[in-house]
């Protein structure tokens, strides 16, 4: 998947021949997953008509503050444009419309939702070869990449001018591979490796029978295809569950018992940076499993039970600079049991799930947490979907990782 995908991107369409090209570019992006709104300068509308680009993106285009040809004229507000974008791409930007971005010059509604953007910013340069090489160009390109502004390079070739030589839109292909690229290396999670259970655990009592519990592994597969979608390297710790995932950052490895699952996250723990136990392991298993199927004897059997090992406290107890998360799913005393917990297993963050919750718990697709801090922070939150849990969950420890 593409790190475009459900992105909110503003591609803005500056006055130059390479204009016609960004019809396509609308629908690569949306190709990608992103959602597209256009912004064009007036002047652009004469290389590209908004019709086409309205139509591709599935948006009104929008090139002035007000729409003059509706009696009704409605302001269009660029400060809501510059907000809603993650990412405002101008393609392509000509050599006029690059020095007002430089300036603060906002007689148009472009430049004015440039001012008030506060997402990243991509420029795509498109003018002919002696313009791209004059000093005042270098110097817009200067004072934009100092105000964070990232520069797609122009291509060389063929120019509309008939001259050969740098200056070309670079083509919309080898935009998006760009964005791609550049949004991939800058994510917060890039380069870390984490390791995340999920799902239940069967212990076998004979061939055919087991203990378990009715987790779903939902809250697991969330925390991981976020993590995954953050750009960190996943290990997957998967107990038995219907859930897949096919995300190109996340090796899943799929077992079956407590014991299992406590040598596979030992096997990943100590190259991981963060390891969160979301599984719901089985906290005793049959002492003697039977080779072969219990017949039924006697009116009662007793099977005897052993303890499991506790996974996550054997990582809290070798834990160097790993950011340690459990799980606690707890019916009285919660925040107190939670907070012991936490110190007893050596975390940095317990997230409780009280079943007194409705919407929380087993098999939903939401979920009610607390977050308890190793500082004894408490911090609530509402009932939301396991893949919002999963974002909070997230925002909480690169916050602290990267504090
Ligand atoms: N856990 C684990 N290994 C176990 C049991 C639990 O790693 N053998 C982890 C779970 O993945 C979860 C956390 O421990 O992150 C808490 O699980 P929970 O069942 O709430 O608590 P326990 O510590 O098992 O204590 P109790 O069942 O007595 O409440």
Redesign the pocket.
Known sequence: MSVLSGKKVLLGITAGIAAYKSAYLVRLLIKKGAEVRVIMTPSAKEFVTPLTLSTLSKNEVLSSFTNEEDENAQWNNHVELGLWADLFLVAPATANSLSKMSQGNSDNLLIATYLSAKCPVYVAPAMDLDMYAHPSTHETFKKLESFGNIIIPAAHGELASGLVGKGRMAEPEDIIEFLEKDISEKLPLKGKKVVI?AGPTYEPIDPVRFIGNHSSGKMGYAIAETAADLGARVILVSGPTHLNTDHSNIQVVKVTT?AQMYEAVHEHYESSAVAI?????A?YRPADVADQKIKKNDASLTINLEK?????ASLGAVKKDQFLV?????TENELE?AKT?LKKKNLDLIVLNSLNDSGAGFGTDTNKVTFVTAHNKVIPFEVKSKHKVAEDIWQHIIQEIHA
């Open positions: 259970t407590a136990l979301s599984a719901a392991v906290d499991t090992q506790d996974i996550l459990g799980f606690a799913l707890e049991n917990k």
